[in-house]
């Protein structure tokens, strides 16, 4: 249990807030690459609680600037992309992807206006077929990379949306008990499901967390010998199986998941169907929501149960849109999530005290982190894929 003050710490995300700025200090995922096109050169963009507009202009650069012009507050969503920016449709102000204001049009010829206006601008760049952003404060780190998508080529990327503060969902992927009872029915390596309020959980032998420079540790040991050896990358990303999922905190109650799966070369039972026939090229698609009606939430929503990712999304969403903290009642099993607010208190902590929090990369010799994949690709050798089927996904 936590404090209805602490609980307000570690789940805001706005600008100014102590858990906002913490979240600014890393990249953020933005977008996926089609959303862009020639065709919609414009997308409307909500996260860390600020509403942004990234496009890509017609040299071919890409920007993010915050939503409302600075002349008169219009959209910079309904802009019209240039060779050198995006001018507001209002206006025609004119703006490039640093936020430079570079015309005015119905200024006199000779004014020089356009020199004192700078607008909000983020920094984008890309990788893992994601567009990124880092909102922070000047300089900014480096983008990482991650292990499970540099030893296998990425070949799916897929966008799901959670009704909930984002806490909720990272602290799901320190909840490894839940796996043995929520998904009793559709969890992997053989493991027939139960009508049982014990689950599997008799399969479970052993099961702990440790702080990493990147991040914790989760090492989760089965009586059939299986190794779960995996990392969550403090404080937004995790390594499950063979994908990288990344939450994205849209604002206090609302957030966003981007899954990056690579094909490691091996036959895991996790190997999506639309990778056939792609030749290195990667698919993206959005994963359900998994719930009637779709824009609901408990007590209205009524959430479907048969696949494992809707059984985590009913547990996450129902605990409420900031999940009351203060009156939960925490068991030994919870030493995870534990773990991941004492490091958030801490990192807040050291933000505000003008230092990097943990997993800040300023060092190319660091730039990729290990999730200890090297784990994972010798379990799936050691456990056969016949024995992985039941509905990896």
């Not at 050291?350 to 784990?375: M, Y």
Request: glycine share 8%; with cysteine.
């Amino acid at each position: 249990m936590i404090t209805a003050e602490d609980n307000r710490l570690l789940t805001q995300t706005g600008p100014g807030t102590p858990g906002g700025e913490l979240l600014r200090r890393y990249w953020q995922v933005v977008a996926t690459v089609p959303e862009l096109s020639a065709e919609t050169p414009t997308k409307h963009v909500r996260i860390l609680s600020e509403d942004l507009v990234l496009f890509r202009d017609k040299s071919g650069r890409v920007g993010l600037l915050a939503d409302h012009c600075p002349h008169r507050g219009a959209s910079l969503l309904y802009g019209r992309v240039e060779e050198r920016g995006i001018a507001c449709a209002y206006h025609g102000w004119l703006y490039d992807i640093e936020g430079n204001c570079l015309e005015t049009p119905a200024e006199p010829a000779d004014s020089k206006l356009y020199l004192t206006v700078k607008h909000r601008a983020y920094p984008v760049q890309e990788r893992y077929g994601l567009y990124w952003t880092y909102m922070g404060p000047p300089p900014a780190p480096l983008l990482p990379r991650f292990d499970v998508a540099e030893v296998g080529a990425v070949k799916n990327v897929s966008v799901s949306r959670q009704d909930c503060n984002w806490l909720q969902v990272a602290e799901n992927n320190l909840d490894q008990s839940h796996t043995v009872i929520l998904h009793q029915a559709t969890r992997t390596r053989g493991m027939a499901g139960s009508n049982s309020a014990r689950g599997l959980i008799d399969e479970l032998a052993g099961l702990e967390y440790i702080e990493a420079p990147f991040g914790i540790k989760r090492h989760r040991i089965d009586t059939s010998g299986y190794d779960d050896t995996d990392l969550l990358v403090f404080p937004l990303g995790a390594r499950i199986y063979n994908h990288f999922a990344y939450k994205v905190p849209v604002d206090d109650t609302h957030s966003k998941r981007y899954s990056v799966m690579s094909d490691l070369g091996i036959d895991d039972g996790r190997r999506d169907p639309s990778w056939s026939g792609t030749d290195g090229a990667i698919t993206f698609g959005q994963t359900p929501v998994g719930k009637t009606p779709p824009d609901a939430i408990h007590p209205v929503a009524t959430y479907n149960m048969d696949r494992l990712q809707w059984q985590d999304f009913m547990a996450v969403e129902t605990q409420g849109a900031i999940s009351p903290r203060e009156n939960e009642r925490l068991g030994t099993a919870d030493r995870g999530i534990v773990l991941l607010r004492e490091m958030l208190k801490r990192e807040i902590e050291k933000v505000q005290n003008g230092l990097d929090p943990i997993g800040v990369i300023r060092d190319p010799a660091h730039e990729t982190i290990d999730t200890h994949i090297d784990i994972y690709i010798g379990m799936s050798l050691r456990f056969p894929p016949d024995r992985a089927r039941a509905n990896a996904r």
